[in-house]
């Protein structure tokens, strides 16, 4: 298989795109997969492993173990760009879509 590559200067891509800083919060959490009912995380805040079930998927759970500022920014990076009524979403929604976002990932991440 051939590649054509074209050389570009350093600063090509800055001249016509302006981008916001969009740097990620302290906290987070790196997926090791499931076991059983729970999703298996080790959480980059309190540098350990927790394993969740869906019972424990609620904002101030999420936000212990994860970090409430990477909680906010989450929370914030899933009603970007949508409709001022989407964004006034409740809490319950918001610890939704977040722990949602946790179970796909550990699911990707497998046994």
Not at 28 to 37: A, D, H, Q, S, V
Not at 58 to 84: I, V
Not at 95 to 106: E, Y
Request: net charge negative; charged share 30%.
């Amino acid at each position: 298989m051939n590649a054509n590559l074209q050389l570009v200067d350093d600063d090509y891509f800055d001249e016509d795109i302006e981008q916001e800083p969009c740097e990620e919060p302290a906290g987070g959490f790196i997926p090791l997969g499931f076991e059983k009912r729970h999703v298996v995380v080790f959480s980059r805040l309190q540098k350990s492993v927790f394993k969740l079930r869906p019972a424990d998927m609620k904002e101030a759970n999420l936000r212990l173990c994860f970090g409430s500022d990477w909680y906010d920014f989450q929370s914030e990076a899933t009603t970007k760009g949508r409709p001022q009524e989407a964004r006034k979403r409740k809490a319950g929604d918001v610890s939704a879509a977040v722990g949602k976002m946790v179970i796909q990932a550990c699911q990707q991440a497998g046994h």
